[in-house]
Nanobody, 120 residues
Framework: QVQLVESGGALVQPGGSLRLSCAASGITINIFSMGWYRQAPGKERELVATITSADRTNYADSVKGRFAISRDNAKNTVYLQMNSLKPEDTAVYYC??????????????WGQGTQVTVSS
């Protein structure tokens, strides 16, 4: 059974920092592309950052220069370091794991989410 368990969400003041963690079990993340997505109330889920199995990273324009995604394959964990947080970063943050098996077939998994609230 595959599980992605996010942690680290909290209430933080504008300008503050948080580090989110996503601990995986039931899969070995070194072959997966891992990502963080977020969903604010009344909005669709959106990509925040991804990191491939080759450690190539991609970020949403809204978080470039402020957020950093990283992975520790030995710990089977992915992280999202969030700095200079803004109220518009408030959302539930979800961890994602994807593996392309070929011939159009994917293994995709999601965590349950962790709440990040940026407010004074």
């Amino acid at each position: 059974q595959v599980q992605l368990v996010e942690s680290g969400g909290a209430l933080v003041q504008p300008g503050g920092s948080l580090r989110l963690s996503c601990a995986a079990s039931g899969i070995t993340i070194n072959i997966f592309s891992m990502g963080w997505y977020r969903q604010a109330p009344g909005k669709e889920r959106e990509l925040v950052a991804t990191i491939t199995s080759a450690d190539r990273t991609n970020y949403a324009d809204s978080v470039k220069g402020r957020f950093a995604i990283s992975r520790d394959n030995a710990k089977n964990t992915v992280y999202l370091q969030m700095n200079s947080l803004k109220p518009e970063d408030t959302a539930v943050y979800y961890c994602n794991a994807e593996y392309y098996r070929g011939l159009g077939s994917w293994n995709k998994y999601w965590g349950q989410g962790t709440q990040v609230t940026v407010s004074s």
